[in-house]
């Protein structure tokens, strides 16, 4: 059945390559964001339809970021498509039709102007020299975006208390000072209250660098990076200690990679996992109807001077009609060490296929296949509940279904299978949610869900009931949820019942400063209690 999938997902990727006519990129801004939703607001969605992508812009190149699920005169309801977070204000951007221009009468009567105010009178820009039009002109005006946030998360129990500080910087500069660098960094500290010792003893635990870089921009066609970055162009193989050049030629852009790997266990700066290699990708025109973007690279990984790992990668995302978007991605090994004998060979590994189908404005389908690799986590705060769901779930074959009989509800299906020849590890589970967009005359959004879940040695049951509304206009936003969970341990035949409640909230203090507070109490059958309290405070520049 897989090999079905992966020749249907690249027979009809390869028609995204025709897609051409006249487009236009529609801007927006992330107004809220809850726990499953983004918000988009635009000027206006006259031209903005359910089902339809919208994009980030990353160093010139638009990647798909949501999903329209519903949307009003102005905003929008999405979904992110990959596993990527979103702050209010960032901008998103949509495709629409390029407004038809009025034709010109076939012979418009003239008057002459002086000379000198032609220029205005026309907006003509001015005719530069050769000696003018040099690359020392500025490239572009400065943008500097930066947060930096403080956060608490208390663990409460019967048999332990554990209290965690968490401190995060994000500085994102475009063009600073309107010159050709520009710089990306994102930096966490965190430890434990009363445990100052672990910190000294290993700084790397609780020192997290996620990005640190500089980009200089040679010309508009080509630029360089120095330090720790995520190139997006080959974001499967993590982030990169070296250097990164790109140069673009048209539609058509090339990239080389030298650099180190971070350390497996602390994510630390680690001189022996050398590794280097190049990518191609292709992008449709600007002015495409449909949207494709196609990369193609090589890597070769070693260890203390010995190959670890060569490999060839594929990754493509395209919309080859209004109604479908696709996306795929694969590696492809071509080395192999076994038992001290190194030789070559293809092995198909990291594969991960998506499509994304709006039948009509009320149905939308979706269907993926997900082999890659394990995620590691070096930091998690989720609960152990959610933590299970998406570690049992993310791997293998799923099917989504997202139906809306009317304007406020929408009702979905969701289905995972994970399997193996061997039968191991063997995974099943079933969602099935209904949300409600607004209550009437109670201005409150509601959901409602129950997820089961069967795996090699637990069964769940997961009933969850959830509110949020704006308490305060533009201030504070609130949110209520009780859980039911069920836990059967196969392995010894044990029954775990839990409820679960939690509130938080959202406050706006000021333009740029926010205040979070969250609260998770969790009762077993067994008179056993724990107690979550989370704290954050972030700063926006």
């Known amino acids: 059945m897989i090999k079905y999938l992966y020749i249907a997902f690249f027979v009809a990727s390869a028609t995204a390559l025709w897609g051409q006519g006249n487009t236009a990129w529609e801007s927006g801004a992330v107004s809220f964001t809850s726990s499953r939703n983004v918000y988009v607001k635009f000027s206006t969605t006259k031209d903005i339809k359910i089902g339809d992508t919208l994009f980030i812009s990353t160093e010139g ?19 992110p498509i990959a596993d990527r977070t979103f702050q209010k204000k960032d901008l998103l951007f949509a495709r629409v039709p390029k407004p038809k221009s009025e034709p010109m009468p076939e012979e418009a009567p003239t008057k002459a102007v002086p000379e000198e105010t032609a220029e205005v009178k026309t907006g003509a820009a001015p005719v530069l020299t050769p000696e003018e039009d040099q690359d020392d002109q500025p490239v572009s005006n400065e943008k500097i975006r930066a947060r930096l946030s403080a956060a608490s998360y208390s663990s409460l129990s019967d048999y332990r208390d554990l209290h965690r500080m968490r401190y995060a910087l994000s500085f994102q ?16 500290f965190r430890h434990e209250i009363g445990a100052w010792d672990e910190v000294r003893d290993n700084l790397s635990n609780a020192l997290k660098v996620y990005a640190l870089s500089v980009r200089y921009d040679i010309d508009s066609m080509s630029n360089l990076t120095l330090g720790r970055r995520i190139n997006p162009n080959m974001s499967s193989i993590g982030a990169i200690d070296g250097v990164q050049y790109e140069r673009s030629f048209g539609r058509v852009q090339l990239g080389g990679i030298a650099g180190f790997r971070p350390d497996f266990t602390n994510y630390g700066f680690n001189p022996d996992l050398l590794e280097a290699g190049g990518y191609v990708m292709l992008v449709s025109d600007e002015a495409a109807t449909h949207h494709h973007q196609t990369t193609f690279g090589f890597m070769e990984q070693t260890n203390r001077g010995n190959t670890d790992r060569r490999f060839a990668y594929l990754q493509h995302s395209s919309n080859p009609f209004d109604a479908l978007n696709l996306f795929g991605s694969f590696e492809v090994d071509l080395y192999e060490n076994l038992n001290s004998e190194a030789h070559g060979t293809l092995k198909l590994t990291n594969l991960f296929l998506s499509m994304r189908y709006r039948v009509n404005r009320k149905l939308r389908l979706s269907l993926s296949y997900d082999n890659r690799r394990n995620i590691i986590y070096y930091e998690s705060y989720r609960s152990f509940i959610d933590q299970l769901v998406q570690d049992e779930t ?8 997202n139906l809306r009989p009317i304007k406020l509800i929408t009702l979905g299906l969701n289905t995972g299978w994970r399997f193996q020849k061997s039968g191991n590890n063997e995974s099943k589970n079933l969602r099935l949610f209904l949300n409600c967009s607004r209550i009437p005359k109670l201005n409150m959004r509601a959901s409602l869900s129950a997820n089961f ?36 341990y196969r392995h010894n035949d044990s029954i775990v019942r839990q409820n679960i409640v939690g509130v938080s909230f959202s406050l706006r203090i000021r333009k740029q400063l926010s205040l979070f507070l969250y609260y998770e109490g969790t009762f077993d059958h067994r008179d056993e209690q724990f107690h979550r309290i989370n704290t954050k405070i972030i700063q926006r520049f």
């Open 61 to 79: 190149r638009y990647l798909p970021a949501l999903l329209i699920d519903n949307k009003s005169s102005t905003s929008t309801v999405c979904t």
């Open 394 to 401: 993310r791997q293998g074959l799923r099917f989504n279904l």
């Open 453 to 488: 879940l069967q795996t090699s040695f637990i069964e769940s049951q997961i009933f969850d009931l959830r509110l949020s509304r704006q308490i305060i206009k533009k201030r504070l936003d609130g949110d209520v949820y009780g859980r039911i969970v069920e836990y059967h």
């Open 173 to 188: 500069g475009a063009h600073l000072n309107d010159s050709r660098f520009s710089t990306d960094a994102y930096v966490t």
